[in-house]
């Protein structure tokens, strides 16, 4: 296919490659689904997502949305208060990063989707953060 697309936008494209899209999803990350940064510790049951990824795979995320953090709701975060990470339940993951408008990356070893906010205490969060979803092979 013809890419008329701007050469110097690194907004990911949904669906405008000749690749398969093998999932294409809305994930709604609640304010409450927090964790301190992922990679250092432990993945933690309640960020994963049940998205399985497979080697060589490209994950696109539109990330939408922002969240409160504190006893006040003093802080604001957006997209890149995101923790993206690939792995296993209860053991540090094979691969991550942080939240952006847009992420795209490929996966280098399989695992499942973990997606949270980054904060120590949950308990006193508001608001939410939306991804919008596409794996590709």
């Known amino acids: 296919s013809v890419d008329d697309r701007d050469p110097f936008d690194d907004t990911p494209s949904f669906g405008t ?3 398969e899209v093998v999932l294409r999803q809305t994930i709604v990350i609640p304010a ?3 964790t301190i940064p992922l990679a250092l510790f432990q993945l ?3 960020a994963a997502t ?3 990824l497979k080697p060589g795979q ?3 995320m539109k990330v939408a949305g922002v969240y409160r953090i504190g006893p006040g709701g003093e802080h604001v975060r957006g997209p890149s208060g995101l923790l993206i990470a ?3 339940t209860g053991v540090p993951a094979l691969q ?3 939240g952006a408008e847009n992420v795209e ?3 280098q070893r399989a695992g499942q989707l973990f997606l949270a906010v980054e904060d120590l205490i949950p308990a006193d969060n508001k608001g939410e953060l939306t991804v919008e979803l596409e794996v590709t092979e």
């Open 17 to 19: 490659d000749d690749v």
């Open 32 to 34: 409450t689904r927090a």
């Open 44 to 46: 933690p049951a309640h």
């Open 96 to 98: 991550h990063q942080r």
């Open 50 to 52: 049940g998205v399985q």
């Open 58 to 60: 490209t994950v696109k």
């Open 105 to 107: 990356f490929k996966v």
């Open 86 to 88: 690939v792995g296993q």
